[in-house]
């Protein structure tokens, strides 16, 4: 860090793993060259598998709020910590910055955009933003360009691709170059044709009921953002929910995660989003569970999935009211 800053001290950064967390944890790892990073994923910070990890000198990123870190920077509407929290929390010398931007990458690359020269962030940006906020379009989505491409390649159990691409972010000045990494280019051919296998397995896993379409991708080892279900669903959808996991999963098992539902608005519908807030069927069951109103999730609560469902669904059939945004 630049002498003077006022910014914390940090020796350990972790941000979740999806392209937005990339993107966050570039900007990071830029200010606190010697900072360790871990990737994780909100599951991991609620359930306190890595609590051993975070102490006064972590910054955590685009995942749930943890009191015992020293820096808090996140965008979740349902991971603001609240007033009494914010109190303790600075009271103890933390620091938070938590704002309602369309991304984490945006608020991190916004905080040290006068430090540091980052060209290749400022020609993405614009797409993490859309691509964490449900922004992406039908026709971009359908071009898949290689930004997507290279969102897909992202996983949390690989540890060392995702250090490699991080290393690549810092010492590249252009996407191009990173495109053409080798082990990139590999991983993202291997996301074109994986798309593909995607795509006939959402068709045959989709069903719409009432204008929300559910994909069962639960035991099948597969999993989907929403925008792969919502262009299948087309007009005939305003929402999906989708279920990932193993019925056998357990949470901290890299190949074996728990079940879990992710819910996403129909963005591809003229009006698609901030019609309902889907948050709410996030937080049905699950204490932990949130995210966006137009992007969530959560794990599958006792007594399990059919229940949840059930649930889920007459919250939906009564959907102008359950899922009011006007709360």
């Known amino acids: 860090m630049t002498k003077g800053s006022s910014f914390p001290e940090v020796r350990r950064i972790i ?56 820096w808090y920077l996140d965008h979740h509407l349902t991971n603001k910590p609240t007033d009494s929290e914010q109190i303790v929390f600075a009271s103890k010398g933390g620091t938070i910055h938590w704002d309602h931007a369309p991304s984490a990458a945006r608020l991190a690359f916004d905080l040290f955009r006068d430090e540091f020269d980052f060209p290749h962030l400022e020609v993405i940006m614009p797409l993490v933003d859309d691509l964490d906020s449900g922004g992406i379009s039908l026709d971009t989505f359908r071009k898949d360009g290689p930004l997507l491409q290279l969102s897909r390649t992202l996983n949390y159990n690989d540890s060392n691709y995702m250090h490699h691409l991080l290393s ?13 990494d080798e082990i990139v280019e590999e991983r993202m051919k291997t996301a074109r044709s994986t798309r593909l296998e995607l795509m006939k397995i959402v068709e045959q896993q989709t069903t719409i009921v009432d204008r929300l379409a559910i994909c069962r991708l639960e035991d099948t080892g597969y999993r989907s953002n929403g ?30 995660p728990p079940l879990s539902a992710s819910f996403y608005a129909n ?14 069927l996030a937080t049905k069951y699950d204490a932990h569970g949130g995210g966006h109103a137009n992007a ?5 609560q006792p007594p399990g999935l059919d229940s ?15 899922l009011s945004l006007t709360d």
């Not at 609590?51 to 749930?64: E, G, K, R, S």
């Not at 698609?272 to 709410?280: A, E, F, H, I, M």
Request: net charge negative.
């Open 296 to 300: 969530c999730g959560c794990r599958i």
């Open 227 to 256: 925008y792969l279900i919502t262009a299948y669903a087309g007009e005939n959808a305003d929402a999906c929910c989708i279920i990932h996991g193993y019925s056998d999963g357990e949470i901290g098992d890299k190949m074996r």
């Open 308 to 322: 949840n469902l059930s649930g889920w669904l007459t919250m939906w059939k009564n959907r102008d009211v359950e």
């Open 15 to 70: 941000a979740d793993s999806d392209m937005d967390g990339m993107c966050a944890a570039v900007v990071l790892k830029k200010a606190y060259p010697h900072a360790e990073v871990h990737f994780a994923h909100a599951a991991l910070i609620r359930s306190g598998i890595i609590d051993h990890l975070i102490d006064d000198f972590t910054v955590t990123v685009d995942l749930p709020f943890h009191p015992k870190s020293g």
């Open 267 to 280: 963005s591809f519908l003229p009006g698609g989003q901030n019609r309902y807030d889907l948050s709410k």
């Open 168 to 180: 690549l972010f810092q010492t590249s000045t252009s996407m191009d170059q990173i495109y053409a």
